[in-house]
C-alpha cells in the first residue's frame, strides 16, 4: 500500500472552523511503512514544506494550500508496560485525543480525565501542549516518535526535547514544523489522582451525586461542563479559545489590577498570566459579527464561523479585536491555532 494522493483537495472538513479552502495535492498517511515512499513523493514535489494535518482544530487557513499537505492517519492504541502504580500506554498519531483518553480510563487509568472531549488528535496534543481544567498534557507525557520530513530520519522525544510552554513545544518554533509525529506516549497512574480544583468540576459533580469520582466520572463531568460552555464545531465553525491568555510581568499586571478591576490573573512562573476573554469582553466583542465572521455570544475567546467566512474576513477580526485590546491594555494578543497561508496576524 501507499499513501493515498488526492490533488485538488477541498478542506471545509477537514478542519473545525469549516473554511472552504483547496489543497492543491494531500496525501492521507495511514501506515508508518507508507511514510518514505510519501517521503521521496514529497521530494520530486516543486514546493517544499508540507503542512502536516491533523484534525484541523486548531488551524486557521486563509486560502488555497500549495504546500502539500499530509493527513495524518496513523492509528493503533496500546499497552507498552504497567504495574500496580502505572501504566504506559502509546497511541499513533492519527488516532482521535478524545478516543485515548476514554481507552486510558477503561484501561484504569488516571491522568487525561480532565483533557476529554478536547477535538483533534493525538499526534497534535503534544505540538501545543493541549491543557485544559488546571491539567496539561505535558504532566503524564513520557516521549513520542517523529520523522523529519527533510531527511526522513526518524527520533524518539522525550519531554525535555519538547520543551513544552504554555500551549507551546519546540515544535511550535522556528523550523519545528519539520517533525511530524507518529505516535506518542503517555504514563498513567493507576492510583486515584483526581485534579477537581479548577473551573465547575466540583460542582458538576456534586449536582451528578457523586462524592468519590472515579476517573470516568471527572471525565464526564469535564466533557458536560464543554459542552454548554463551547460551541460544537459540527454545529458553529471555530477552533476553540482563539487567543492564548497572555503572560506579562508583574509590574504592568499590578498597573492593570489597579486600573482595570476585577480582571483575572494568576502566577505564572515569576510572570502573570492575565485572561485574555475577560479583557476581549471587556472591548465589547461578545456576540459581534461582521457579515459570518464572529465572536461567540457566550465566550469571548471564540471566534466563530457563521456560515461562509473565509479565513481573510476571520484573521481581519482577529486582528481588530487584538488591536482594541492592546489599545486598551497595552497587552499583545497572540493567536492559538495556527495561521496557514501567506496572511499574518
Ligand atoms: C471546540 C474546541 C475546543 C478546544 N479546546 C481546547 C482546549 O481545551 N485545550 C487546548 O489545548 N486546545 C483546545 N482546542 C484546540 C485543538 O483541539 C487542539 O490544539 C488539538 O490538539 C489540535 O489537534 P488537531 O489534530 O486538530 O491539529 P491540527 O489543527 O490539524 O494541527 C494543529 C497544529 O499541529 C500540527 N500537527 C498536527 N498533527 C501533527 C503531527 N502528527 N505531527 C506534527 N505536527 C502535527 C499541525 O501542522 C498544526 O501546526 C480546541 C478546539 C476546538 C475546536
Known sequence: MAAVRIADAPLGALNTFGIEARARVLWRLEALDDLPGLLAA?????????????????????????????QVALAG????????????????????????VRWSLAQGAWGLENLALIPGTVGAAPIQNIGAYGVEQRETFDSLDATDLLTGTARR??????????????FKRPGGDRWLVTAVRYRLSRRPLPRLDYGEIRDELARAGCTAPTAVDVADAVSAIRRRRLPDPAVLGNAGSFFKNPLVEPALAQALAAREPGLPAWPAGGQVKLSAAWMIDRCGWKGHRDGDAGVHAAHALVLVNHGHAGGPALLALARRIRDSVHARFGVELEPEPVVVGPARL
Not at 514546493?47 to 488555497?64: E, F, M, R, Y
Not at 507498552?80 to 504506559?88: K, Y
Open 42 to 70: 514529497l521530494r520530486a514535489d516543486p514546493v517544499a514544506d508540507p503542512l502536516v494535518l491533523g484534525g484541523g482544530s486548531n488551524l486557521l487557513i486563509t486560502g488555497d494550500i500549495d504546500r502539500p499537505v499530509i
Open 77 to 100: 492504541r496500546r499497552v507498552l508496560a504497567g504495574d500496580d502504580a502505572s501504566v504506559l500506554i502509546e497511541a499513533g498519531a492519527g488516532e482521535s485525543w478524545d478516543g485515548l
Open 157 to 170: 522525544f522525550d519531554a525535555a526535547d519538547c520543551a513544552f510552554g504554555y500551549r507551546d513545544s519546540v
